[in-house]
């Protein structure tokens, strides 16, 4: 039974690793755009990067809710523009909600299950997809992207 826990921690330990690791390359990215490019739109049928933020922080928000087995609010796509309007504002949201996901993810390490795995790697995913898509925004603007950075 030992073993079989010890197992658990791994596999959620792991998750959570990854987790931090695509949401510190979000942020990363995030700060290297200047705020006057926060609002760059390639067509008129993508989100600008503060619109991806904000709904990035939002479902972080989501991810900590589930982790700590309450209900999250999945009510609205994105966190409120008029709260979150400049580029300080939305990188403290962003920076919070992951941090807040991981830590819920911490403390209830042991109480984790198949079904919240199955909800963080979707979220990884989610968050990662919202990367590259930063990424795409960031070269179009002549910004290498810091992952990218020798």
């Known amino acids: 039974?030992?073993?079989?826990?010890?197992?658990?921690?791994s596999v959620s330990?792991?998750?959570?690793?990854?987790?931090?690791q695509v949401c510190?390359?979000?942020?990363?990215?995030?700060e290297a755009i200047p705020e006057n490019k926060f609002d760059f739109q390639p067509v008129d049928t993508v989100r600008t990067p503060a619109e991806v933020l904000r709904h990035v922080?939002?479902?972080?928000?989501?991810v900590a809710d589930s982790a700590h087995?309450?209900?999250g609010d999945d009510s609205a796509n994105e966190l409120p523009k008029d709260e979150f309007r400049t580029k300080k504002q939305i990188l403290a949201a962003l920076k919070d909600t992951a941090s807040g996901a991981s830590q819920?993810?911490?403390?209830?390490?042991?109480?984790?299950?198949?079904?919240?795995?199955?909800?963080?790697?979707?979220?990884?995913?989610?968050n990662s997809e919202h990367y590259g898509q930063l990424?795409?925004?960031?070269?179009?603007?002549?910004?290498?992207?810091?992952?990218?950075?020798?």
Request: hydrophobic share 40%; proline share 4%; charged share 20%.
């Open 1 to 9: 039974m030992a073993s079989k826990a010890i197992q658990q921690e």
């Open 13 to 20: 330990s792991k998750l959570i690793n990854h987790w931090e």
């Open 24 to 30: 510190e390359k979000l942020s990363s990215l995030a």
């Open 57 to 62: 922080a939002y479902w972080n928000r989501y």
């Open 69 to 71: 087995g309450r209900k």
């Open 104 to 126: 819920a993810l911490k403390k209830n390490l042991s109480n984790s299950t198949p079904m919240i795995a199955d909800m963080l790697v979707s979220f990884i995913e989610h």
């Open 135 to 150: 990424v795409v925004y960031a070269r179009m603007n002549g910004i290498t992207p810091p992952a990218s950075r020798s």
